[in-house]
């Protein structure tokens, strides 16, 4: 089945830094890779998504960026702000398109 | 307002135990989800349905079952609770609008076996 790696595992940065998160997948048959992020104490959010046949996707200061040769995607974060900081979770397809497959997630810390 | 819930919020059992955590959405979607998560945690996929009728285990084994009699309901049963099962269970659902397969997700469940 579709197995999702996720790095790194946690990311501190200073407040206007950039942060990026990357991941792979196994399934070559994969065709939509979300982001989600879960404040504490919260339920996770889409906060960003990618179709395979796009390379890249931004909206305000985040983007998202995939290789499908290469099976993998990234979630980038500029002027990262203190509210940014959350668990941020990649996601796959499995090959039937019927569930989503997430990474373990990433803990970013903004510190001002 | 179209939403994802999930009772209990809290739960603790003893051990042994068989207890059912419910999930309701209404917003109509097909496909619905549970997942394990200790907090802050990987989120773990034990059971999906993609629609009336079907259920598919996922990657976590979790001792656990599902059934899908109705779109809007997605309850999960443990037979025999065990320490073991202590952690968060989300519920969420989704359906492909164009391309996107945008994922709701309930509150959450607090499960604590003692």
């Known amino acids: 089945g579709e197995n999702v790696e996720q790095h790194p595992s946690t990311l501190s940065v200073q407040e206007g830094d950039s942060a990026v998160i990357k991941c792979t997948y196994s399934d070559s048959a994969s065709n939509y890779f979300p982001w989600y992020k879960q404040e504490l104490g919260k339920r996770p959010q889409l906060i960003i998504d990618i179709r395979s046949n796009v390379g890249e996707k931004k909206d305000q200061r985040i983007a998202v960026t995939l290789n499908k040769t290469a099976k993998h995607f990234s979630l980038h974060i500029t002027e990262t702000q203190p509210e940014d900081s959350a668990v941020y979770f990649c996601?796959?397809?499995?090959?039937?398109?019927?569930?989503?497959?997430f990474g373990k997630g990433t803990t970013l810390s903004v510190s001002s | 307002e179209a939403d994802i819930y999930q009772t209990p919020r809290y739960l603790v059992i003893g051990t042994g135990k068989k207890i059912t955590l419910e999930c309701s959405q209404t917003?109509?979607?097909?496909?619905m989800y549970w997942y394990q998560q200790d907090p802050g945690m990987e989120l773990h996929l034990i059971h999906y349905?993609?629609?009336?009728?079907?259920?598919e285990k996922g990657d976590l084994s979790s001792e656990s079952t599902v059934s899908r009699i109705r779109t809007e309901h997605f309850p999960l049963t443990l037979e025999s609770a065990r320490p073991s099962h202590t952690s968060q269970y989300l519920c969420?659902?989704?359906?492909?609008?164009?391309?996107?397969?945008?994922?709701?997700f309930g509150q959450g469940t607090r499960l604590t076996v003692v």
């Open positions: 349905s993609y629609g009336v009728n079907s259920t």
């Open positions: 996601a796959a397809t499995n090959q039937a398109g019927t569930a989503l497959i």
């Open positions: 969420a659902s989704s359906e492909y609008k164009g391309w996107r397969d945008e994922a709701f």
């Open positions: 917003m109509g979607h097909d496909k």
